[in-house]
């Protein structure tokens, strides 16, 4: 019944290259480390993977010092992994196979804000809370919104999402322009300031997304828009989960323009009652935000209150003070840590998929019947208005009877999602959760396509290995054999 779970080792002896070890000792000095706690600090996220630490942590302030670490890697045969803050939720700053660790949250300098033109460079360690703390007084915003206050650089490697998506798109429709530091240590400037191009090929896309498999973000243009005169933020409760998906359904065919649509299920809402301090009704519920201005606010809600009537949605509850809303969403924000707590101890094996709008009911009622067939307790979430849901599966990491219930929900959901031309990830990434589904989304030539271009920029297999594809082994040169990826007794 259940899928069996891949295999990570938890610890690895450190390979670090003794001459490579002096030169970044003494170039970088303190910003280096070799300590433990260090490694293991940036050896593990949010996923329920075992940590897998890097040989060694080097902290950057500059494209230059990035530069400088990748030529090294290069000249030893050295994995790099790109690391920000750590939120990712798919093993993406793992380091399976060792290396160096490459810290770029010092890089936080806001290079530049162009508010006549409508956009933002910024360094790849800025978070968005950071940018949009410096952007009050010029009238606009950075609208990306996660939940975790991410660095922009981690944002654009894992093309992240998040609850305004639906108005305001991804990180893949919202950065201009990047600099990146290649494999080998050259620098690649992708993009403009320019909001179309039709010269050559779209790199910036390509790197968008690409989760440090093909190059180093260090710098990013980003779009960014005003702050929209009237905002107003609502509340409903539904009879079940299949009358709200409905809603969303209804809400998005109609044409409103609503900027944020995210159902929590009864689950859901308990914890964060629990959690946040907060007394929501414990019922499938539907949270809104609407942007415009204040007519136009009106009449959407107006609208999506009388669709939200007819399929038995009770208790709006508006919010129009920023207070309020910031409540709310915080609220919101806080789920997955809430859910959390609803099993002290416990590991969280999240997963996301995306399907079309058409097909979200459906896919989330035949998830439900999977959900009754296991013991692990299950919430669901998510930013349904543009067919994207999460699961929050948790789980004993140390009883395998969860790890294979949680595998088995999670295949099953990505195989629903991809049957219904959906994909097996909306916004956390492929990673090293979910390579296994890569080729069964996209096809045998898309991944070979793929395959080719992680070659053509990173022959060697050094950044960030074993991400997105199953990379090939690096070699330090001179050796006959893979040096990494051994493990203590």
């Not at 009879?239 to 109609?254: E, G």
């Not at 996301?352 to 692990?376: H, K, N, Y």
């Not at 959760?433 to 996209?442: A, I």
């Not at 991944?447 to 960030?464: H, W, Y």
């Amino acid at each position: 019944m259940f899928a069996e779970l891949p295999f990570f080792p938890e610890k690895f002896v450190s390979a670090l290259p003794l001459p490579l070890k002096e030169i970044l000792s003494q170039r970088f000095g303190r910003a280096f480390s070799t300590g433990e706690s260090q490694r293991l600090q940036h050896g593990r996220d949010e996923s329920v993977h075992p940590p897998m630490l890097p040989d060694a942590v080097v902290q950057i302030g500059s494209t230059e010092e990035a530069v400088e670490v990748a030529r090294l890697c290069s000249e030893y045969g050295v994995p790099l992994i790109p690391y920000g803050v750590g939120s990712s939720v798919e093993g993406h700053v793992l380091a399976p196979q060792g290396g160096i660790s490459l810290d770029l949250s010092g890089m936080n300098k806001i290079v530049a804000i162009h508010a006549e033109d409508g956009d933002a460079t910024v360094q790849a360690g800025v978070t968005r809370m950071q940018l949009n703390e410096a952007l009050k007084g010029t009238g606009l915003f950075f609208p990306i919104d996660p939940g975790a206050d991410a660095t922009l650089g981690g944002m654009a490697a894992t093309r992240a999402s998040g609850t305004n998506a639906v108005r305001y798109g991804t990180m893949k429709d919202n950065v201009l322009a990047t600099t990146t530091v290649l494999a080998d240590g050259r620098v690649l400037q992708t993009g403009g300031r320019a909001r179309k191009s039709s010269a050559g090929y779209d790199l910036t896309r390509l790197l968008v997304g690409s989760e440090g498999t093909l190059g180093i973000m260090t710098e990013l243009t980003v779009k960014l828009y005003p702050i929209p005169e009237a905002i107003s933020a609502a509340v409903c409760t539904f009879p079940s989960i299949a009358a709200a998906v409905q809603a969303v359904i209804q809400t998005i065919q109609l044409g409103v323009p609503v900027a944020r649509i995210e159902l929590l299920d009864q689950l859901a809402l308990a914890a964060i009652n629990r959690f946040s301090k907060t007394t929501l009704a414990e019922a499938p519920t539907l949270f809104f935000e609407f942007h415009g201005s204040p007519a136009g606010v009106a009449e959407q809600a107006e609208t999506v209150q009388a669709l939200a009537s007819e399929l038995g949605g009770t208790d709006f509850a508006w919010a129009t003070r920023p207070e309020e809303r910031s409540r709310l969403w915080q609220a919101r924000h806080d789920a997955y840590f809430a859910c959390l707590q609803l099993k002290p101890g416990c590991r969280c094996f999240p997963t996301d998929v995306c399907v079309p709008i058409s097909r979200l009911a459906e896919c989330i009622a035949e998830t439900q019947t999977d959900i009754a067939q296991v013991s692990i307790p299950i919430a669901l979430f998510g930013h349904v208005g543009d067919g994207n849901f999460h699961l929050v599966v948790l789980v004993d990491p140390d009883n395998p009877k969860e790890m294979e219930e949680a595998a088995w929900i999670s295949a099953r959901v990505v195989e629903r999602a991809i049957a219904m031309e959906g994909t097996c990830t909306g916004e956390h990434g492929i990673g090293l959760g979910k390579r296994k589904y890569l080729q069964r989304e996209h096809g045998e030539v898309a991944v070979a396509v793929m395959q080719a271009l992680k070659d053509a920029l990173d022959p060697r297999g050094l950044l960030n290995p074993e991400k997105i594809l199953f990379a090939k082994t690096p070699q330090i040169p001179g050796e006959s054999s893979p040096a990494r990826n051994r493990m203590t007794d």
